[in-house]
């Protein structure tokens, strides 16, 4: 094969990587940015605990300032004392959805597909663009 023939079919294979690989993956990255700020979005509030006649837990404020209470097994939380203070992450629409540890963003796999999409289809973009140049 000659230099000619290469730089030939190169063409039309870079337009179609760039025609197949960039909208879509633009699309999966508008799409986790969307999940994550309208879909999936954690607030992260100061939850204290608390022990009295109703049992043990955590309290904490709500972004609207309301009180919530997670009544919990002192199994549960054996390792801490009243009053001590952790971080609780609860979904501001539902706060009754709680959990302790800190949330994995919505969508990990959506966005690392959508960079490596986008990528691939700007660098087909580039090269298709400087390719008849040579």
Request: charged share 15%; aromatic share 12%; net charge neutral.
């Given at each position: ?6 730089l ?6 870079l337009?179609?990587l ?8 633009l ?26 006649a ?14 919530h209470?997670?009544?919990m097994s002192?199994?549960?939380i054996?390792?801490?004392a009243?009053g ?12 009754t ?6 949330p994995?963003?919505?969508g ?5 597909v ?8 700007t ?12």
């Amino acid at each position: 094969m000659t230099m000619s023939t290469v730089l030939d079919m190169a063409g039309p294979i870079l337009e179609m990587l760039t025609w197949l690989c960039l909208p879509i993956g633009l699309v999966l990255l508008v799409y986790t940015g969307i999940l994550r700020r309208f879909v999936n979005p954690w607030v992260v509030a100061e939850g204290v605990v608390y022990s009295d006649a109703t049992g043990t837990g955590f309290r904490w404020f709500d972004h609207k300032y309301r009180i919530h209470h997670a009544p919990m097994s002192p199994h549960d939380i054996k390792d801490m004392a009243v009053g001590d203070t952790l971080p609780i992450y609860y979904h501001p629409k539902r706060p009754t959805q709680w959990q302790t540890a800190a949330p994995e963003p919505a969508g990990r796999t959506a966005v690392v597909v959508g960079r490596l999409l986008t990528g691939v289809g700007t660098l087909a973009l580039i090269v298709g663009f400087f390719l008849p140049m040579f």
